[in-house]
């Protein structure tokens, strides 16, 4: 069994090399691509793509782990082993159900809808984009059908993010959360507005991406096993286990945006730095899934970042960066300032109390097109109507509407729902960590980062992928993903700042 | 036999797809990528590069080749396909020699050295590269072991660049180039040496990217269809035909090196990027060899970059970037500065006089190395050795000596005696040029580098790899490769500025 299990690891290291070699190429496309390299590129992923589909729906891996199902029932099911055999399994069934041709198609496809895309983003015009978009949705839909029977149709999309989870749970979670953070919407806005003014003003870029470095640096993101580039959508990709790199944009006229997505970003990558080398070259060398993920990258960024404690360590220093914009801004404004609750376009800018409803804007038309009851051409109407309906606001273009993600275009429906479900996992996660760490408060004020860190690595990040989400969750945070505490955490810091 | 050649491009367009994966790869690898990745980007190479060579080596191509060769012999010989089925024969044939194992080790022992080789230079510490180099030097040896019977042990290295060409062949054209290279220095000697330390001052680097980037685009070079990035050592790779990058590096107190680099590197992405667009995915849209290559290098950078007639129109661009460096000089004083002949440590700054002369160190070092009357310990003292014995001077440090040049930490032993070749190349095809373009200088003057580029072009670029070397420079020059015009080129150039 050994020699067969060491047979295993060999063809799992090589897939996963293939995987970061697809992983390197996609961070170079949307980082340094010329808009030149659209076609090769495109060539390149399909190739590529159905290659490691190739390596992963082999027969030789099926029959390993047809031979080591038995042995694998005789280790202890926590052993680093036996989750390695069972998320192999669990992979390769997937896999096996999807023809490669179609995955050469989706690779190609969606290269060139990342291009066009930008192109349509930066002139404002979704006809760029529609074509494209068309296709790729229409291979969404096959895709599905791989998978049948399923409950519904937009399962199988989101179990490639969130493994067992269905469509049905997403939509009994969000129908908790909704009429609850429309509640605190509500409180907020029959309250006296907060003023962020001062943060729309002009903000030399260097001197965002100096303070947004140091910050990310305090954090405990490593530099050296990691850098961090400007791309039109920010992004964290793994190119190896010390090798993860994120991305921000910088806007001069919005100070904030860049600010916390480098801290978001960075919460992503110390995940992913944090990973046991002991899983280098092992399919659970990455996040449990994007839910679990996106809890860390909420939690760097908004349950840390936006909090009182994180500015009072740091204000001081975006002040001397920033002499003449925030001389004379009071800690308290910047800090409300920064948690301002207003209805806005652009997700990656929502405040924490408005964000879940654009997520739940966007779970609706990824599933109504999934159902094909909505067209890719009605699209951009459906969008502003839901915006309308969800938020009370109707976006100036398509450059802060329905282009303004960069997922669809890289195909990637079923992903937004981890956004929001992340952001009640990170509430949970932190309400445990504040249950074993005592004063988190003064931990962030005093720059001990590092305890932060050292406990998430502890319990989350250096397990990698070995363990299922949802039981990853249950063991940290001791029940499954739950809206409770997140809604908690909401109601306490928007009463402190609005006062009611 | 139109469905087996249907099959052999499939084939072929996936082969292709991923040595161009392999380029995105290795270009990272040298921007952008963190130090602490190495060790995971050698696992991706290694995979990678097993994957290619069992592409190239397959059963499936083999059998192809085999039941298309009576059918290539109907064809036209100079027609696309015929020379397609002939190149991969020829391809397949070599490949087929090296087991996979050693191509996969291969890759991953020249990542592991290039990182080491960056470190080491950085801190000017041969030790740090030794172990690696030694193990490439070995694996070197084992390669050319397959490939025998050799004349030469060196062969099967110098023909991974230069197909068909042999060791003796180099020493036969050197063995001429030398004695008559060495009496143009001698020649220079005699006379009153040139000025050229108003280029050793202090040029802003922001100035230098700019004029750069002004004659790269000048020239031809498409920055839509490629980019210019900066790396411990200058290179070119084409990842697609629309997608041919290059990189330089600035010093801000030698205003020339960056300069020189940027033309000579456009001058390679201007052969990548003119190849027809009917080669793509092919393994012919690469340059013919990289003698061929180099001869475009180097008659961008030289035969244009270095003119009077270049700088005539340049020169005051460039006064007006530097006016504190250079308003007082004169275009007299640093067209002679700028192609002053002067023994020095450093290949890529060397003056054309003694370029040459750098490669047959490099040359006798890697045959030493391959025949093992060289040990690589004994390296940097062979080096400094010869470096005094056919320059006359010796290196400060290893930085400006046997560590200078990122090819041996690469594995690319065999790559070295190229540049000259190219150097004999780009006279022969200027020499031809002339005598159909008339006028060249005054097309240089006037700024027509389209109908230079057009020219280069029609003549070659667009045939990429489809002939083999040697018959592509008979072809567009009447004869094989061969130093006369570059002889008479030197001579008349520098008697000119030396007058004698």
Redesign the interface.
Known sequence: MNEKLEQLKTLL??LT??D??LA??G??QQV??????A???G??N???S??VHEMATSKELGDLLEALKPYAETLDPDSDDACMIKRTAYDYERASKVPTEHVAEFARVTTLGQSAWEEAKEKDDFSIFRPHLEKIVELRREYAGFFKPYDHVYDPLLQDFEPGLKTADVQDVFGKLRPEQIKIIKAIKDRPQVDDSFLKTSYDVKGQEEFGVEVAKAFGY??????Q?VSVHPFTTS?????V?ITTHYYPEHVTTAMFSTMHESGHAMYEQGISPSL??LPQATGASMAVHESQSRLWENLIGRSKAFWKRFYPRLQKIFPAQLANVSLEAFYKAVNKVEPSFVRTEADEATYNLHIMLRLELEIALMEDSLKVKDLPAAWNARMHEFLGITPPNDRRGVLQDVHWSGGMLGYFPTYALGNLVSAQIMEKMKSQLSDIDGLIEDGRFDVILGWLRENIYRHGAKFEPQELVQRVTGTKIRPEPYLAYLSKKYSDIYGF
Chains 1, 2 share one sequence.
């Open positions: 290291a090589e090399d293939m970061r070699t390197v190429v961070w170079d340094y691509m010329p808009r030149g390299g076609e090769d590129r060539n390149i399909s190739t590529l159905a290659k490593d530099f050296n096993r990691g850098r580039d190119l190896g286990i010390d090798d790199r280098r070259r």
